[in-house]
């Protein structure tokens, strides 16, 4: 599918919330998933944060801009606003709020925010440009818009067990069916272009698994996801695999987890643009 056949409603969330997605979420924080961005960030900013899932990068980043600063967290999925709103809770956090919001079509006045960042979000919308679109309109001059997302086709992983080249060829192909781009990281700085955006920086970054805990907990979730997630279903009632293949991918990712050699690598696309 080429990039300019998509349409913003074209798209659907390709992962679902299963706890197998979850966990994975959970985890990020804003060292480890926006690090890029930590270095613009200042107390009394205004800041967006789109597709904040359950809000532990989104938590960091209010903590970053306080005292005087105010995060907004959005996503499409109101089931997770109440797990990011725990999160901002438990961490007594009263510069945080959050609420549901379709990126294509922000419900923000013009020139809101200080700084507009979605981590890990234009892989999965229908028109990543109409979205980078909308997050500099709301983002103020001399503002600041930043996205990250991993890129699927540049993943890489030894030992290179069969089943997970199946894997990475059927998430290819079911992303794309549901009208997502997986090999997202590559393209941000050109989406950006096309938005209207002048990126500043255009760089990468990794997630690398490889100690006993690291795999044990990776290979877990991706072996639960691919037999019991929504991208499961979605695998199975778009045509793209059965339920035997599914099985396989995920032996080969516990077979991959128990290997003491075993290593995996996520590579990222960053883009940081200044908004005139």
Request: charged share 25%; hydrophobic share 40%; net charge negative.
């Given at each position: 599918m080429s990039d300019d056949s998509r349409g913003p409603q074209s798209a659907v969330y390709t992962h679902g919330h299963h706890d197998s997605v979850l966990r994975s979420h959970r985890w990020r924080t804003a060292a480890n998933s926006a690090a890029y961005l930590l270095p613009e960030l200042r107390a009394g900013q205004a800041v967006?944060?789109?597709?904040?899932?359950?809000?532990?990068?989104?938590?960091?980043?209010?903590?970053?801009?306080?005292?005087?600063?105010e995060v907004t967290g959005v996503d499409a999925a109101e089931s997770i606003?109440?797990?990011?709103?725990?999160?901002?809770?438990?961490?007594?956090?009263?510069?945080?709020?959050?609420?549901?919001?379709?990126?294509?079509?922000?419900?923000?006045?013009?020139?809101?925010f200080d700084v507009v960042h979605a981590h890990q979000l234009l892989q999965h919308v229908g028109d990543p440009v109409r979205a980078l679109e909308e997050m500099r309109r709301v983002c103020r001059p001399g503002g600041v818009l930043a996205a990250?997302?991993?890129?699927?086709?540049?993943?890489?992983?030894y030992p290179r067990i069969p089943a997970l080249d199946e894997w990475l060829s059927l998430y290819r192909r079911v992303a794309?069916?549901?009208?997502?781009?997986?090999?997202?990281g590559r393209r941000l700085h050109a989406w950006a272009r096309r938005a209207g955006c002048a990126p500043r920086t255009v760089t990468t970054a990794t997630w690398c698994f490889h100690s006993p805990e690291d795999r044990a907990w990776w290979s877990g979730l991706w072996a639960e996801r691919t037999v019991a997630s929504e991208y499961a279903r979605r695998a199975v009632g778009?045509?793209?695999?059965?339920?035997?293949?599914?099985?396989?991918?995920?032996?080969?990712?516990?077979?991959?987890?128990?290997?003491?050699?075993?290593?995996?690598?996520?590579?990222h696309g960053e883009i940081v643009c200044d908004v005139g």
């Amino acid at each position: 599918m080429s990039d300019d056949s998509r349409g913003p409603q074209s798209a659907v969330y390709t992962h679902g919330h299963h706890d197998s997605v979850l966990r994975s979420h959970r985890w990020r924080t804003a060292a480890n998933s926006a690090a890029y961005l930590l270095p613009e960030l200042r107390a009394g900013q205004a800041v967006l944060d789109v597709g904040c899932g359950p809000g532990t990068v989104t938590a960091d980043l209010a903590a970053a801009v306080a005292p005087g600063g105010e995060v907004t967290g959005v996503d499409a999925a109101e089931s997770i606003l109440g797990p990011a709103r725990a999160v901002a809770a438990e961490r007594r956090l009263d510069n945080l709020r959050f609420t549901t919001a379709d990126v294509h079509a922000l419900d923000f006045p013009d020139d809101t925010f200080d700084v507009v960042h979605a981590h890990q979000l234009l892989q999965h919308v229908g028109d990543p440009v109409r979205a980078l679109e909308e997050m500099r309109r709301v983002c103020r001059p001399g503002g600041v818009l930043a996205a990250r997302d991993s890129d699927y086709g540049a993943m890489t992983w030894y030992p290179r067990i069969p089943a997970l080249d199946e894997w990475l060829s059927l998430y290819r192909r079911v992303a794309r069916a549901n009208g997502g781009e997986p090999d997202a990281g590559r393209r941000l700085h050109a989406w950006a272009r096309r938005a209207g955006c002048a990126p500043r920086t255009v760089t990468t970054a990794t997630w690398c698994f490889h100690s006993p805990e690291d795999r044990a907990w990776w290979s877990g979730l991706w072996a639960e996801r691919t037999v019991a997630s929504e991208y499961a279903r979605r695998a199975v009632g778009g045509g793209h695999a059965d339920e035997a293949q599914l099985h396989r991918i995920a032996d080969g990712w516990r077979e991959w987890g128990a290997d003491e050699d075993g290593w995996f690598s996520v590579l990222h696309g960053e883009i940081v643009c200044d908004v005139g």
